[in-house]
């Protein structure tokens, strides 16, 4: 079984409401939120890389999370890690799109992420507050207009709704 596939197994399968889903989860995103601080102190500095198995040293996280956190970040990196195949001696390279994490922490409602000190180092205010606007409004869902029974057809006819498309 690959690294990825049994931390999703292991990870969303515990339930965040007991005990020990909730111990997990804390000591999980405490790890994550120190890997970002570390990330995000240095955005000029070439792409982390390395194999999972550094990394993970690096950092000072189990294998398990660094898999974790891989997963977490990768759709906001400019190239993806093949992380399917992925094993501990597998090279991997963490080349950040600032604006596309930003966006995907704001999406996850990651507010302990999106909100770090570090990010001040990376856009100003304003452009987080502009990034943070479009990614919010980005899920919003407008309505149509609902069509009454006696209304004309949308779809062309002339007729009633209520004897066009609306029977």
């Not at 189990?62 to 094993?87: C, K, P």
Request: hydrophobic share 35%; charged share 30%.
């Amino acid at each position: 079984m690959s690294l990825l596939k049994e931390w999703r197994d292991y990870a969303y399968g515990l339930d965040d409401r007991t005990p020990e889903g909730k111990e997990f989860w804390v000591s999980y995103f405490q790890a994550e939120k120190g890997v970002y601080e570390q990330l995000l102190a240095n955005p000029l500095a070439d792409p982390v890389h390395g194999t999972v198995k550094e990394l993970a040293e690096k950092y000072g996280l189990t294998i398990q999370y660094m898999i974790g956190f891989l997963d977490g970040i990768d759709d906001s990196l400019a190239e993806s890690n093949n992380l399917d195949d992925v094993t501990e001696d597998s090279e991997v390279k963490l080349p950040i799109d600032y604006e596309k994490l930003y966006m995907n922490m704001v999406e996850c409602n990651a507010e302990w992420l999106y909100t770090l000190p570090q990010w001040d180092g990376i856009f100003a205010k304003a452009k987080r507050d502009e990034l943070y606007k479009i990614q919010k409004s980005s899920k919003t869902i407008i309505k149509a207009p609902k069509v009454g029974r006696n209304d004309p057809c949308p779809c062309g006819s002339g007729l009633k709704y209520k004897k066009c498309c609306g029977k």
